[in-house]
């Protein structure tokens, strides 16, 4: 069992390939069917025809389909299939010979949703999770999808590895394969006469326009014709038959075949291509609501240098440096608590932790995790855990924290005890019940003193860092960080002005949160400026008289914003 794409499929056709037996293979939703007994007549036919042909394998791909638990389901047809399949698998222990024996190969990507008479000893007794590849193991996925492609000298594998964190195998088949296509168009764009067969299609475009026929978009060809995995002279000429099955058009490929050895000869896949393919392929975690690795460093978090130092050393060097550890005989720190007012930079503070040691990272908003139904706020709890040791290494980061994990017997949810009952099942995740396989919690919250004891004790929680407000120098530092993709006047950098400005008493008790609110009302009030402007210059911008290069951020843009933005955090919460 393991996220969609993580290559069940494929090492169970590896496995049967290696033993040279009988494989059968079916989607466990083709068994179902709408006449009463017929689907468990195709259960019984498929196990008889493994045992005539043994030594075989049954492969049973999305086998929760056929599996729910009974106590859960409501017709009987359902429950009859699990029982068939129950009989079944007993069946092969006392039928299979020791010579002839039956191997059965379920997967799923929903393990807890099988019934679980299923999951004892003699039925499906061994359970193989197969997570989300690390760095190392993309490497290798890699390695293995571009034997057969033609490589530039300086593609560097390990360095698209390391840029495609939480991507499965699936994903990086098609970071291939786009990578492929980027290549043929490069290639395809830059022969000597490409542009002697444009202007031809032009020509022939214009002709069928004036004889009134419909006219193929030629841009929309030549990104069709980009399916090929092996971008080799053999490849581009088998690409006619993709043309015919709708993957690519035909009249590309017609102009492909009339390429010459020694144009097709530059055909490789560069370090370029990977580049540019990357941003176009999304990895299976992120579609489905996970986040992986996020775009922020430690460049983009001003100050706060003794809590980056504790966030290093309890969270990146575990995960880049777990030998050290090993050495010394210390166990990991299980999770970090970031405490302080709002907006001083707690969760950009986890996102630059997750980024910096190249580990996954899901954000979970405690709210998000409630339901009213039972059992279905500690199934969510369950599930992030579950991804997060899937993967490993992850960072899991719990915002608003005392939302889902208050004191218990004090009667915050009136009385149905859903909040105590999350509460322990996040207790039973953070203590280990089961290995963290290199997950590690960081949690923010602004109310350390609502949160239930127990989740603070060593073990858990066992790291509480203050995030207090930036002071003067810090400001500035902040400042500094928010305007690096900020156009400011450069008279304002050369003077220093944003470190002058940390520095002023208005932006005493002014968060993080509040200094990039200055920033953008600045901004503001640029804009405002421009459109306060007369009509006769917004006529002459428009006839090209004027453009917007002189457009930046000045010190009395930064006054006006000054006048309209005050600290957002007051009273106790400062304190």
């Known amino acids: 069992h393991g996220p969609p794409g993580c290559g069940k499929t494929l090492l169970a056709g590896a496995i049967a390939g290696e033993l040279g037996c009988t494989y059968f293979s079916v989607s466990a939703p083709e068994i179902v069917s709408g006449m009463s007994g017929e689907s468990e007549q195709r259960l019984r036919e498929m196990f008889s025809a493994a045992l005539e042909a043994a030594p075989s394998l049954i492969f049973l791909d999305e086998v929760d389909a056929i599996t729910p638990k009974r106590e859960t389901v409501s017709r009987s047809m359902e429950k009859r299939i699990v029982a068939q399949l129950i009989t079944c698998l007993d069946s092969l222990a006392s039928e299979a010979k020791a010579d002839k024996s039956v191997i059965v190969i379920g997967a799923t990507n929903r393990p807890d949703a099988l019934d679980q008479a299923l999951r004892r000893a003699g039925r499906f007794d061994r359970e193989i999770c197969l997570g989300v590849p690390d760095e190392k193991g993309r490497e290798r996925i890699l390695q293995v999808l571009t034997r057969k492609m033609r490589l530039d000298g300086a593609v560097d594998l390990s360095f698209i590895a390391k840029k495609t964190p939480g991507f499965v195998g699936a994903d990086l088949t098609a970071l291939t394969r786009e990578a492929a296509a980027v290549a043929v168009t490069r290639v395809f ?198 991804r997060a040791r899937e993967s490993a290494p992850c960072v899991i980061f719990f915002d608003e924290l005392d939302a889902i994990c208050p004191k218990r017997g004090v009667g915050t949810d009136g009385g149905s005890g859903v909040s105590e009952r999350v509460v322990n099942q996040l207790l039973t995740e953070m203590d280990g019940a089961e290995a963290r396989n290199s997950v590690f919690v960081i949690a923010a919250t602004n109310r350390p003193d609502m949160i239930d004891p127990a989740m ?120």
């Not at 099955?245 to 017609?254: I, T």
């Not at 130092?309 to 880049?320: A, F, K």
């Not at 969760?347 to 409630?370: H, M, Q, R």
């Not at 290069?549 to 933005?565: G, M, N, S, T, W």
Request: charge should be negative; charged fraction near 30%; proline fraction near 6%.
């Open 456 to 575: 603070l004790r060593p073990g858990r929680l066992d790291k509480l860092l203050l995030v207090p407000l930036p002071g003067p120098e810090a400001r500035g530092d902040i400042l500094q960080a928010i305007c690096k993709k900020v156009r400011i006047s450069q008279a304002l950098r050369d003077r220093k002005y944003l470190d002058t400005l940390g520095r002023d008493s208005r932006l005493d008790g002014f968060s993080g949160a509040d200094l990039a609110s200055l920033v953008r009302e600045a901004g503001m009030a640029v804009l405002r400026e421009m459109g306060s402007q007369s009509q006769d210059r917004n006529r002459a911008a428009a006839a090209g008289g004027e453009d917007d290069d002189d457009i930046e951020i000045k010190e009395k843009h930064f006054e006006a914003a000054l006048r309209k933005v005050g600290p957002s955090v007051v009273g106790e919460q400062s304190e």
């Open 189 to 386: 764009n830059g022969t000597p006469h490409a542009a002697a067969q444009k202007e031809e299609m032009d020509l022939s475009e214009a002709t069928a326009a004036e004889a009134g026929a419909p006219v193929a978009d030629a841009g929309d060809d030549n990104h069709n014709a980009q399916g090929g995995s092996s971008p080799t002279a053999d490849a581009v000429a088998e690409g006619r038959e993709e043309g015919a099955d709708g993957c690519g058009d035909a009249s590309v490929m017609w102009r492909a075949q009339h390429f010459t050895p020694e144009e097709l000869e530059p055909l490789f896949v560069t370090m370029a291509d990977f580049q540019t393919a990357l941003p176009n392929v999304q990895p299976s975690a992120k579609r489905e609501g996970f986040a992986t690795q996020p775009d922020v460093t430690w460049d983009d978090v001003g100050a706060l240098q003794e809590v980056r130092e504790e966030l290093e050393l309890s969270v990146v060097e575990p995960i880049e440096r777990p030998e050290r550890f090993r050495r010394l005989g210390l166990t990991v720190p299980a999770g970090v608590l970031l405490w302080g007012p709002p907006g001083c930079g707690k969760t950009l503070l986890a996102k630059a932790c997750a980024a910096e040691s190249s580990a996954n990272f899901i954000s979970v908003k405690g709210p998000e995790l409630l339901d009213k139904y039972v059992g279905e706020s500690e199934r969510a709890v369950r599930q992030v855990f579950q």
